[in-house]
């Protein structure tokens, strides 16, 4: 059974991954390329930064390259998988719900994996490589990494929960497009280490929104800034996290689904 | 005179049309109240962090990173490029053609009702920041001329990134890719002045620092008159240039257009 539904899903994926190049072979270089330019970006606000004599106190240049390796890995799963979360209500909004609904495949599971941008997540990978190399990798704890590769994943999947949230608002107002912009804007969180924040602000994205383990938690865990206790610590909160966005999903999901009426059944 | 003046007319009552559609669904002006502050907030945050080591004015550039913030969110110009690819990936844009105005027309009128509609935002909060920073009444005009013309440049580069479209249908690349080269050139990811010499020479050979870095250094005073003049006769060569350029894919881009819905 549990075969069969990955066989579909593998099937899906090929289309959504072949497609892209296929038609928008142009396009889709151009994407490469943009992200890349927006990596040299990066760096280069914190070199400027570091040749003003502004300091991240307690972070060393290096260490920032770790940061921002994790900032890219983050931006490129989010980009390439669940960022379309945030664009699930076009199929709320333009009455195409039922026909999904048919499907022997979840249809947020479906929308998602067909959505998919292999492209995108290599060129993630590729340039997170890069930059722990800049970074000197020798500062990089091997037993932490593959606890902050695990956080930077759930810490994504939790946004595209909560950005599935935020597209079930269409149920009830109709056109949503606006949240792409929101979708777009909390990338400022992943942009810089959120340790700038104060106290307060930092307990409400580290328990509430959990935009703090996007890739400042992790960037802590490979660089030993915390204990591997706390990091399990952290990465137990960023699951009932999690297990309580998901619920709140599942939730709204439901009432959504009471009100949703279309023409395409 | 008299076509200019039919003009008007249609262009008038489309305006209206698209301001009374945009008001209908306020939730991405009541979006921005929300996501605008917000990014603030980040970069006060980060800018007070990094001001306790070190003894640069760390007030200019939190109202610096802010102004960008406003500057740059202030109406949504990617929409311009966005609505233009689902025209032509839809094949409405034949729709469009047969009508008795030019493509530009709708795309201006459009754009007219966002800065209507989103000025309630914008305008306040840049009156806020000259009280805050003192600025002069005389800089506070010469900023109104300087964003005017920006506004200008920044829908016609918008509009052109649009029109590729009608070569290679989906531009998200493209997209990405000017914003990429606007974040550069723009001023928008480090201010320009901090940026390597020959860095900042390059950033002359695109549009993107008339629309943002030049009105925000007239904001905050930073210009001299000569500058600002040359900066001024720059921003209307670039609008020369775009609005050329745009009538020239234009032309190419029809020769290749395929569409069913007309």
């Given at each position: 059974m549990c075969l069969k539904r990955l066989k579909k899903i593998a099937r899906l994926y090929k289309i959504s991954v072949f497609s892209g190049f296929q038609y928008f072979k142009a396009d889709t270089i151009m994407e490469l390329i943009s992200e890349v330019i927006f990596s040299i970006g990066n760096i280069l606000f914190w070199y400027c930064v570091t040749d003003m004599g502004y300091e991240l106190s307690g972070w060393s240049l290096n260490q920032i390259f770790v940061f921002v390796a994790y900032s890219e890995l983050f931006f490129s799963l989010n980009s390439s998988i669940l960022g379309v979360c945030s664009r699930f209500w076009y199929i709320i909004y333009s009455g195409n719900l039922e026909v999904l609904l048919t499907?022997?495949?979840d249809c947020r599971l479906r929308f998602v994996v067909l959505n998919m941008k292999l492209s995108t997540l290599i060129n993630g990978i590729i340039k997170f490589v890069v930059l722990l190399m800049i970074a000197n990798y020798s500062i990089v704890s091997i037993r932490g990494f593959l606890l902050s590769i695990l956080i930077v994943v759930i810490a994504a999947i939790n946004l595209g929960v909560i950005y599935f949230i935020f597209s079930y608002a269409s149920f009830w107002i109709g056109k949503m497009d606006p949240i792409n912009e929101v979708a777009d804007s909390l990338t400022i969180f992943n942009k810089y280490p959120l340790v700038v924040l104060s106290k307060i602000a930092k307990v409400i994205f580290t328990y509430?929104?959990?935009?703090?383990?996007?890739s400042t938690f992790p960037a802590e865990v490979v660089l030993e800034k915390i204990s591997l206790k706390n990091g399990i610590y952290g990465c137990s909160t960023l699951c009932i996290t999690l297990g309580i966005w998901m619920l709140i999903n599942n939730l709204i999901w439901r009432k959504g689904l009471e009100r949703y009426e279309g023409i395409n059944g | 005179m008299r076509d200019m003046k039919e003009l008007m007319v249609k262009y008038k009552a489309l305006t209206t049309i698209y301001i009374k559609q945009f008001y209908k669904y306020p939730i991405p002006l009541f979006i921005k109240l929300i996501y605008v502050p917000v990014e603030a907030f980040i970069y006060i945050f980060l800018w007070n962090y990094l001001g306790?080591?070190?003894?640069?004015?760390i007030n200019y550039m939190i109202i610096y990173y802010i102004l960008i913030g406003l500057i740059k969110s202030a109406y949504p110009f990617r929409h311009i490029s966005i609505n233009i690819q689902r025209d032509v990936m839809e094949g409405s844009i034949s729709n469009v053609l047969?009508?008795?105005?030019?493509?530009?027309l709708p795309e201006i009128e459009r754009y007219t009702a966002w800065i209507f509609l989103y000025s309630f935002i914008f305008i306040p909060a840049i009156i806020f920041v000259i009280i805050v920073r003192n600025v002069s009444v005389y800089y506070a005009i010469l900023f109104v001329l300087s964003f005017a013309i920006g506004n200008m440049i920044q829908f016609l580069v918008w509009y052109n990134v649009g029109l590729i479209a009608l070569k290679i249908e989906r531009i998200r690349g493209v997209l990405l890719g000017v914003s990429a080269l606007m974040s550069f050139t723009s001023g928008s990811l480090v201010p320009l002045f901090l940026l390597p010499q020959w860095m900042e020479q390059v950033?002359?050979?695109?549009?993107f620092r008339y629309y943002m870095y030049f009105p925000l250094q007239t904001m905050l005073g930073e210009i001299s008159m000569s500058d600002y003049m040359v900066s001024l006769a720059l921003s209307f060569v670039w609008c020369v240039i775009l609005w050329g350029l745009s009538a020239v894919q234009l032309r190419s881009g029809m020769s290749k257009l395929q569409a069913n819905c007309a």
């Open positions: 499907k022997p495949i509430i929104l959990p935009f703090y383990f996007f | 306790k080591s070190s003894s640069v004015d047969v009508r008795p105005y030019p493509y530009i950033t002359y050979l695109f549009p």
